[in-house]
């Protein structure tokens, strides 16, 4: 128990023991006046509900909050933002939940603000590629409401996440090596700042494709995790659905033809839109959770976007590049189906890892490096996984240097776990010393902290915390995240 | 008189008359400490020297600063932004003086700091797609220099400016409609903050494609316009070269046909790498200019990237929607000696709107609307030219929404100059009722503060003014810029 407080003390990844920084309940008076700017029906208190809204889907400890609102609309949140900033009790901007580093666990107690219940799509402008969205909308409800408009959003985390989550996190996911990141898929947010005012980072109903008015105020909210303000509406851009679709897989004999694979596709300006690393224990899962048939081997998920002629061309290249690099085979998934089920499976991954364990708990590790030194971190972090006797898997991003272990861990053992946070601390560091970020999309939340430190330095970290201070004085905006 | 300087007044367009805040040269002590930190040769407080440094291509009255000094490496930058900070001296950074909003005018005095003479490439990553560059190094240098790499950074503004003046500007130019702007295209910046310190925007060395830990400082610097910092070196994302490149121009009856076209493209997701908008005045200034033979009427020039096979694909596509939209004509430009001679006479279009009045200056309008108000606000922006009686003519990013007025007129006649700024404005705040942006690539600078208000409302500027204060607390840094 010395060595883990220690362990704790030192990294500070999974906080899921002696650690208890709660202010204390709310009073009566407070609940009443939350009630009266929601309505009865919408506060919570039950311990189930607060429970429920203390943690995400990640390893880190349930924390929950004091009480749980459901605003139904801007000036309702704009209400209780104040309300609560003035009282100074903490305000948690929750969505749907399915962050993965403890981002709405209520470190300090406070009010969980659940958005959920403002779910419309305000605004389609299909001409211009946009859409304006309330925090409510999720990634699947929205491109289901688009089907019609031959446009869709392709930024996907794979969990059906709450856009403005997505916004709030610095999601990507799948197809950000053709699309970008949500980052580059922000044109506006409405946020409700910590005291209760309403900012339009890029000015109210403004959705232009580009500016250069003035401090990129959207750029700053986006993946401030909470810390600043309340994301309230979203303008999103757009892009068309491409005429076709194609998948494929691709099973290599080591782990650096896969990447160099993916590099010289790159190179080659075949404009992949999907391009997902497996390794062999992965597939394996896999293959068992989601029925798929793959050789168990390092493998590539690949995915092209185009007309027809256009896709046979990029096909053929990235085919004659797989055989370049050695594939052991390649198989094309051509109808939708078939396609379908592909990445059904590599959505699922998170579950089929889950499923090597049953009972056990996930934590993803999250590192993003220059893609020159992905082949290397790969075989080490293999290398680390086995020293370290845990079980995990690793899937990427791999077009941006971004790949996840998924660890599989008792989370009543706290050897395990002790293990299992010294591992994820390790990778940061290892993808820090070759130029590469802790967090590629997941965020800092809770547990990357301290690597936030070693990443930014102490001027970035001052910068930050300046920034923080100046937007959220009080510090009562999700606290202890971040920074 | 009277009249004029309400205009000034009400609009603080050109601050062309009447206006002066100078503080006062610098003592001959500041000046030889200026001379400590970079050596005698690299400071000069010659009339003629600080008269070149007052003022950029804009109409923007010449504002000379106190000093200028072209420090040789980042250390001398640090010190010598220190010494001006704790002395009271405002810092105006100086690139290559290409702005058009007046960003270099020395409003207040000072020391300008000339960064041209850091004009390394430090670091290549071929692999990782990126490069770090310092200030001096310009787009063309930059590409240059990238030749036999097989690489290049598309964003290209027109005029050859540095890098780092491009991130600090916030521009973007014909190819943003396929690779973004550089906001899009910045991967970590080096800055020097006022006091002297030193921030690597996203960690030092760190050159990775997407993040999510902490606030997005790098975004936070793009397009800052120098109020924040001084950008001494940039991490920029490369691109590979295009297998092939076509170029096109077609004319079109009416400017709703040439944007229903742009539309079109875009919808039918053409992956077009530039598509941009002359209007018959700029044509005919063109033709005349730069010896093209182009059909005197609202004009596209696009241009393709791809494989040969794709881009047949593209050009079909694009020809067809082209002639649905009832062109003119259409014209292909395959061979590079013609695709450069057209892209020459687009980027020269300013010096040939210059070359309709000889002896007059231009000021470029930059607003940037969603691509559906394109149509009606060049409809109403052409009457509202012809009833102001100004010459100009048009030219726009199109496919971005984003198109420019070049307005030539007579510096010495100050009834015109007010007309053109009534004009500028009033194009301003109907891009702003559109829901649009009053720059959508030159920056604010000087002229457009009262836009960015109009813009981003009272909460936006009031989160700016905060940003500006916290990391400028004494307002040195480019004073009364941007805000």
Redesign the interface.
């Given at each position: 128990m010395a060595s883990l407080l220690r362990a704790t003390a030192t990294w500070g990844l999974f906080p899921w023991r002696g650690y208890c920084s709660r202010q204390g309940k709310l009073s009566k008076d407070f609940v009443e006046a939350l009630k009266a700017v929601v309505g009865n029906p919408h506060v919570s208190t039950a311990a189930a509900v607060l429970q429920q809204h203390g943690h995400d889907e990640s390893i880190h400890r349930c924390q929950p909050p004091d009480a749980v609102v459901w605003p139904q609309n801007v000036e309702q949140v704009s209400r209780l933002a104040a309300l609560c900033y003035n009282q100074g009790v903490p305000i948690i901007p929750f969505g749907t939940g399915t962050g993965l580093e403890g981002g709405v666990c209520a470190v300090q107690g406070g009010v969980c603000i659940n958005l959920t219940h403002m779910d419309r799509i305000l605004e389609l402008?299909a001409?211009?590629?946009?859409v304006v969205v309330e925090p409510g909308v999720t990634r699947k409800a929205l491109n289901t409401y688009l089907r019609a408009s031959?446009l869709w959003f392709p930024v996907d985390p794979g969990a059906d996440a709450s856009l403005c989550g997505m916004a709030a996190?610095?999601?990507?996911g799948t197809n950000?090596v053709r699309y970008?990141?949500v980052?580059?898929n922000v044109l506006n947010l409405e946020v409700v700042?910590p005291g209760g005012?309403?900012?339009?980072?890029?000015?109210?109903?403004?959705?232009?494709?580009?500016?250069?008015?003035?401090?990129?105020?959207t750029?700053?909210f986006?993946?401030?995790e909470g810390t600043?303000g309340l994301i309230t509406a979203a303008t999103l851009r757009l892009?068309?659905v491409?005429?076709a679709t194609v998948a494929a897989t691709c099973a290599f004999p080591s782990v650096q033809a896969a990447v160099d694979t993916t590099?010289n596709i790159?190179?080659?300006?075949v404009?992949v839109a999907r391009i997902e690393f497996l390794d062999e224990v992965m597939i394996d899962a896999c293959n068992r959770h989601s029925n798929l048939n793959c050789t168990v081997a390092p493998t590539l998920f690949l995915e092209f976007h185009?007309?027809k002629?256009?896709l046979a061309?990029q096909l053929q290249?990235a085919e004659e590049i797989t055989q370049y690099n050695g594939a052991l085979n390649f198989s094309w998934a051509k109808e939708a189906e078939e396609r379908n089920q592909l990445w059904a499976a590599r959505h699922n991954a998170w579950y089929a890892a889950l499923a090597l364990r049953p009972g056990c708990k996930g934590y993803a590790t999250?590192v993003?490096?220059?893609?020159?030194r992905l082949p290397e971190i790969l075989v080490q972090t293999k290398e680390d996984l086995q020293a370290s006797g845990l079980t995990g898997t690793m899937v990427g991003h791999v077009g941006?240097?971004?790949f996840h272990c998924v660890l599989v861990v008792d989370p009543e053992d706290a050897e395990e776990l002790r293990r299992a946070e010294a591992f994820a601390y390790q990778l940061g560091r290892r993808a820090?010393a070759l130029?590469?970020?802790?967090?590629?999309?997941?965020?800092?939340g809770l547990g990357?902290r301290k690597l936030?430190q070693e990443?930014?330095?102490a001027?970035?970290?001052e910068?930050?915390r300046?920034?923080?201070?100046?937007?959220d004085p009080r510090g009562l905006m999700n606290p202890s995240k971040?920074?």
């Open positions: 402008n001409e211009d590629f946009s031959g996190t610095g999601a990507s950000a970008g990141t980052r580059d700042l005012e309403l900012l339009h980072t890029a000015g109210q109903g403004r959705h232009f494709r580009k500016s250069a008015a003035g401090y990129n105020l750029g700053l986006v993946g401030s600043l892009h068309p491409p005429e590099v790159l190179q080659a300006a404009p185009g007309s002629q256009a061309e290249r999250d993003c490096v220059p893609i020159s941006d240097g971004n820090l130029h590469g970020t802790c967090t590629g999309e997941h965020g800092i990357k936030l990443e930014v330095g001027v970035g970290i910068i930050m300046q920034l923080k201070a100046t937007l971040v920074l």
